[in-house]
């Protein structure tokens, strides 16, 4: 590491001793960025704030909730309506939810576009699997806790799942109620897991970047860097582009928070928890509707659950199905046009998730469902048999060409 | 590292040699020792989540039926879960019993799931994913075999609680129940 050198005898009596200002130099100021990132790597770091948000609000929260199945009806809506700012710091978090969703999804579709997951970012993008996964679970969690109709039979539902494994399933769900249904013993462990997931998740997020900073960003020519001129330092162009990024981001996150706090939610969760009573229409939180639709497109119930789990597995497993040696779906014919029917496709099995199963939505979510394993699975041959286009020879010659290309109009 | 190891090397005697299979000995069996320690720590925290004595601690629930006219069906609770009562009609009866077996996904006779065929008494959880069925209310839909219909994924249920349709693997579990005369029963 480089040493900073700086006349603050105090810095450098603190540097000399743990060198935290020589490591933010290094990896927050001058640490070397390609020229050429687009806002799609803007979502990174817009991730890794809204995940601070998450947290903070969720600890001042926990303040003032009640984790037991007989109060926490009441405890959320005395936070909305008795606590002070109350309703501000539940709509921050429960809207955050949605937006930390929104981000990491486009995240994601980044790295699919741009081949991020490549050699050599294949375990960066594992981590990143990791952290998704850590979400879903902690996002899952959390929204039991208000205890509403949704909470509570959404939790139901779930949980069931571990049903589905053979012979030790049934014990498998017991233990994780600790009873024999969702219950009061169900409530108060969730919120231990809701309060420690998200320290865990960070922790992983840290690891997730100290695999970044080992081989650096991507770029959206997916070619490698070749010489000092085809980078910029990190501080001052990434971190104004971030903020600026941070700034449009904030506007529609407020624009839900203030207008409509309640978009993304379910009304069934305004009615507190009834285990008698089924709701005639039971939907998961949007971002978990893909995975949904394709737990029910399957007739069988450990059928259902083992292709949603292959869902999830196989993005681990991403790197090694595709095989071409080009990163980016710009100079891949083939690869662009499955990636984008792939986009679209999800959305499509999202609005399938929350139709009925039956009828002409059924044989949807079967087509639907197929897609999504084809994508992955054609990859070894789509990696074999397409015919990629000319790439770019450098970054710093691409960026001056556009460059010139300007100044002549 | 590598330096270490290398004085290492060069500095191996004889005598060395000849204990690395005794250390070998020794380092498999203090680490399998180790885990398994471990293991058996890890056990009470393991199990500590487990539901606990009072939660396990059986009930059993009592019921008068006189009131339940035919047609009619009741819901009461059961160590947390609901459990269906439904007093069925002839046409019910004849129905479930009508049906041939090698139909049925869970192959049961209706004989088999009651004690009096006027009484049909199930835990109403659907065996999907847990969801409750409908069906209990006179307007409620009650799937294509009328019985129960389970809104969560569409599982239909007969009018013995058997699974007929939809991705519930299971009939409806008939609790442990007797009656202890001719209008009521004990669950459990
Ligand atoms: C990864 C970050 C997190 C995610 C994705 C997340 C997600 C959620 C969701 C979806 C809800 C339900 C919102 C609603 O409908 O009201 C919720 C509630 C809650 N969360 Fe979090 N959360 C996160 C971090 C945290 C942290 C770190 C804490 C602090 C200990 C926390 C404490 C709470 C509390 C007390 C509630 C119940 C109050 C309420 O429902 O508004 N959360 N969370
Ligand atoms: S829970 Fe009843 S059909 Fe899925």
Redo the contacts with the bound molecule.
Sequence with gaps: MKRIQTNNRILMWIDERLPIFSYAEENLASYPTPKNLNYWWNYGSLAGI??AI????????????Q?HADV?FQ??ER??RDVNYGWL??NL??N???M??IVVYIHMFRGLYFGSYKAPRELLWMVGITIYV??MA?????????W?QM?FWGATVITNLFTAIPVIGEYIVIWVWGGFSVDAPTINRF?VW??L???I?FMVVVIHLWALHVNKSSNPLGIEVKSSADMIPFHPFYTIKDMYGLGIFMIVYMYFVFFAPDFF?EPD?YIPANPMVTPPHIVP?WYFLPFYAILRAIPDKLGGVAAMGMAIVILYVLPWLDTSKVRVATYRPIYKQLFWIFVVNIILLGWLGQKPAEGTYLIMSRLSTAYYFIFFLILPLVGKFEKTKQLPVSIFEEVAKKHRAKEDK | MSDTSDTASTGTTADEIESAPRRDFLLISTTTLGLAGVGMAAWPFIYSINPAKDVLALSSTEVDLSAIEEGQAITVMWRGKPVFIRHRTEDDIASAASVDLSELRDPETDKERVKKPKWLIAIGICTHLGCIPSGQKLGDKKGDFGGWFCPCHGSHYDTSGRIRKGPAPFNLPVPEHAFTDETSILIG
């Design positions: 809204v995940l998450m947290i903070v609000t969720g600890i001042f929260l926990a303040m003032n909730y984790p926490a405890s959320v936070i909305v710091l539940r978090h429960s955050g939810a949605s930390f969703f850590l979400m902690t996002a899952f969690m959390g929204y039991v806790l208000p509403g909470s919120f809701h309060y997931l998200p320290m998740l939610g969760n939180e």
